[in-house]
């Protein structure tokens, strides 16, 4: 008797050249306030940071969205349908399972930015299912016009993930834009999205500075990425992390804020960083149920249905492209 050997995933790399990196930097240290793509943040280093955040006892977002996904993923397996399951800033990679046993789709393809990372959870997951093919892609998908052109997506049905909340990085004109760049990259396939909601002012800001300081540790290695890639002089020591919920907006800023006045050289350019100016290194804007139908709307997408857990801390919505 022969043992089947398991697929190895396949990897694509569309990463940004630090050309683009630079230029982006530029565009961000020019903004009011300044602020980096999200992205930034997840090199080899920030993505395994970012791992230990969700392990956090603060952090509860992806303990939930898991137990959720658990719990419902057959329900959303006959409501959706099958197809090429397409995850949009995969991660880990720890979420997919569920959908993975339920749907058995004809493929898994994740995106991500950090190529590294994103070939070391395939490679994990592929051995959790030897079954289903799977590509991985290092990108933006932010910018990402078109999917490659790859036999394991060619003329099939795709069905797209985008769990995490991880559309609460985006403004709301932002997020209406990635949403319809979505539909183009799922050809008119569905979308299941991920989005957390508004709580109390203590649990968000604990969730996004926990006691242990990984929170922390993860946004200062936002400096030493820039000084590692692209050449710059930041001192992390002269930058304090804070997390603060913005009611108006919904939203969590998190920002490293300048402790003196001082000068960082990005790629040979001087920028100058006053006493007490954030920079910002991500949101987190938090879903109504309302809110998520009506961006749903303004950005081309039939809201259908949204799954919960008990306690209401998070959803799962289930769109299909309008016509």
């Known amino acids: 008797m022969t043992t089947q050997t398991p697929a190895r995933p396949q990897l694509i790399d569309l990463h940004p050249p630090n050309a683009d990196m630079q230029r982006l930097v530029h565009n961000g240290l020019q903004r009011e306030p300044r602020q980096l793509p999200a992205w930034f943040l997840y090199d080899q280093e920030g993505s395994r940071l970012f791992d230990q955040i969700c392990e956090q006892p603060e952090y509860s977002l992806t303990r939930t969205e898991i137990s959720l996904l658990e719990s419902s993923a057959a329900d959303i397996a006959r409501a959706i349908g099958s197809g090429v399951i397409v995850e949009f800033g995969a991660g880990s990679a720890r979420k997919v399972g569920p959908l993975l046993e339920a749907m058995q789709p004809s493929a898994y393809v994740a995106l991500d930015i950090s190529a590294d990372h994103l070939r070391q959870s395939m490679a994990s997951l592929q051995a959790q299912h030897p079954c289903v093919p799977m ?20 003329g099939e049905r795709r ?4 769990p995490g909340s991880s559309l609460g990085n985006f403004t709301r004109a932002e997020a209406i834009a990635l949403l319809r760049r979505f539909r183009r990259l799922l050809d008119g396939g569905p979308l299941l999205l991920g989005l957390d909601q508004p709580k109390s002012r203590s649990r968000l800001e604990a969730a996004y500075n926990d006691a242990a300081g990984i929170s922390a540790a993860f946004a200062h290695n936002l400096l030493q990425r820039l000084n590692n890639d692209l050449g710059a002089d930041f ?11 913005q009611e108006t907006e919904s939203r969590v800023r998190m920002a490293l804020i300048s402790e003196v006045n001082q000068t960082v050289s990005v790629g040979g350019e001087p920028w100058t960083f006053s006493l007490g100016q954030p920079l910002v290194t991500e949101y987190s804007v938090k879903y109504s149920a309302e809110m998520a139908r009506e961006l749903a709307k303004d950005a081309s997408w039939h809201w259908r249905h949204r799954w919960h857990d008990p306690a209401d801390d998070l959803s799962l919505h289930w769109l299909e492209a309008a016509d």
């Not at 590509?135 to 060619?154: F, K, N, T």
């Not at 069905?159 to 985008?162: A, L």
């Not at 001192?235 to 919920?245: G, S, T």
């Open 135 to 154: 590509l991985g892609i290092c990108c933006d998908h932010s910018q990402l016009d078109a999917l490659p052109d790859h036999p394991l997506i060619r």
């Open 235 to 245: 001192n992390p020591d002269n930058f304090l992390y804070e997390a603060v919920w």
């Open 159 to 162: 069905v797209g993930f985008f």
